[in-house]
């Protein structure tokens, strides 16, 4: 049994070897269904996965108060509600006023992201985000200090001229050398460097490593351009009590802009996990667009393999009667071809799947995504080159196998 499986290996090998051009045609059109999937759901799946990863940290039991919700945006002539910044003064009220149980409000605003750092006679690129911060805003951000320490209430209340810096900095204007209470300099003004926060990556082209931290009331002297627009993050630590303190920062910051209860709220309120949820949702687009794509490709290729293998079962119609006369069954000779059909298959799915994959590596690399192997998808390709073999190779070989042998053996 396994020699004649081998025999039929070997004469389909032999067969596709013969129709190299036919067959190399088919073979690129199975492969480039098989690349836009595997290629399309490896990006997504970078992409996916570097958000949960800038996300995740967050975790699941805080909100954010910004200016807009993420969801709100235009539609045709519709326009988009124009929000009033949310200025220092509110917040400060909020963080004063909110006084929900088992809280952490945090304050912060971006100061600049084209500021210039100085050590010594080392600087950096004019591309760092500085911001300004409370004491809350890098535990309710999800970031941790890997050196050092992060700021406390009297850092902050105190207003010490004190930095945490990202990851990259290390490498950079440090040169390699200990960060940690070192003086930096930001627009002339001067700062010790209390902590290191742990490498964040990129994440669309943003460097999430290059960022300062300082205290709020530092960052609003530096950076006093006009209509800054603060954001409030609070962070509960019972997950079951989140829906309620949201319920009461909206009063709460309802109060303080002095809403009627029958005006709309004008500023966004947004769960960190709901974002996520939003963002991934998008992404779920991309993998619907991949499978049509694919589909239509595949469908084609199907068709495609189908005529190769019909018009190879036509042009051997006298080897097909030569091995009937010897006793071949009709068994062997459909096996046969339908052995043909699936190393076809199987080689544009490898095929596919290799260039589906460096695609997807090279738009995540581009892009600064986590790129992660996807197995997923590969397992997809696998079954979907197998169940094309099989609809394709069919009626092919069912159409050798019943071949009449001395009708066969006249054909010219």
């Known amino acids: 049994m396994f020699s004649l499986f081998r025999e039929n290996i070997r004469i389909a090998l032999d067969s596709i070897r013969s129709q190299s051009l036919r067959t190399i045609l088919t073979v690129l059109i199975i492969a480039i269904g098989i690349t836009a999937l595997v290629g399309i759901l490896s990006a997504v799946a970078a992409l996916e996965n570097t958000i949960s990863n800038d996300f995740a940290s967050m975790g699941a039991n805080t909100f954010n108060l910004q200016r807009y919700e993420f969801r709100t945006q235009s539609f045709g002539n519709e326009e988009r509600k124009i929000n009033p910044i949310i200025s220092y003064s509110e917040v400060t009220e909020f963080k004063d006023k909110f006084e929900y149980p088992f809280t952490e409000t945090a304050i912060s605003f971006t100061g600049t992201s084209s500021a210039e750092i100085k050590y010594e006679n080392e600087k950096t690129d004019p591309e760092i985000s500085v911001l300004g911060v409370n004491e809350f805003y890098l535990q309710n951000s999800g970031l941790e200090v890997e050196e050092g320490r992060e700021f406390n209430v009297f850092d902050i209340e105190n ?241 050798a196998a019943k071949q009449d042998p001395i009708e066969s053996l006249r054909y010219e």
Request: charged residues 20%; hydrophobic residues 45%; neutral net charge.
């Open 159 to 399: 207003n010490n001229n004190v930095a945490v810096i990202g990851a990259d900095y290390k490498d950079g204007i440090f040169n390699g050398m200990d960060p940690i209470n070192r003086t930096i300099s930001i627009r002339g003004a001067k700062f010790k460097v209390i902590g290191v926060l742990e490498s964040k990556g990129s994440t669309f082209g943003n460097n999430q490593d290059l960022r300062v931290f300082i205290p709020i009331q530092h960052a609003r002297s530096i950076f006093s351009q006009p209509n800054i627009n603060y954001n409030l993050s609070v962070k509960v630590e019972n997950k079951e009590l989140l829906d309620e303190a949201m319920d009461e920062a909206i009063i709460t910051f309802r109060n303080i802009r002095g809403l009627k209860p029958i005006e709309e709220n004008n500023f966004g309120l947004e769960r960190s996990d709901d974002l996520i949820n939003r963002i991934l949702s998008i992404t779920s687009v991309l993998n619907i667009a991949a499978w049509i794509i694919s589909a239509i490709t595949i469908f084609g290729s199907s068709i495609a393999l189908m005529n190769i293998m019909l018009v190879s079962v036509t042009e051997r119609t006298r080897e097909i009667g030569v091995r009937k006369a010897l006793g071949a069954k009709k068994n062997t000779i459909a096996n046969q071809f339908f052995l043909e059909t699936l190393v076809i298959g199987q080689i544009g799915g490898i095929l596919g799947i290799m260039l589906g994959i460096l695609i997807g590596y090279l738009v995540a690399n581009s892009l600064d995504f986590d790129f992660t192997t996807p197995w997923k998808a590969m397992l997809w390709a696998t079954g979907i080159t197998i169940l094309v073999a099989i609809l394709a190779g069919s009626y092919p070989a069912a159409k």
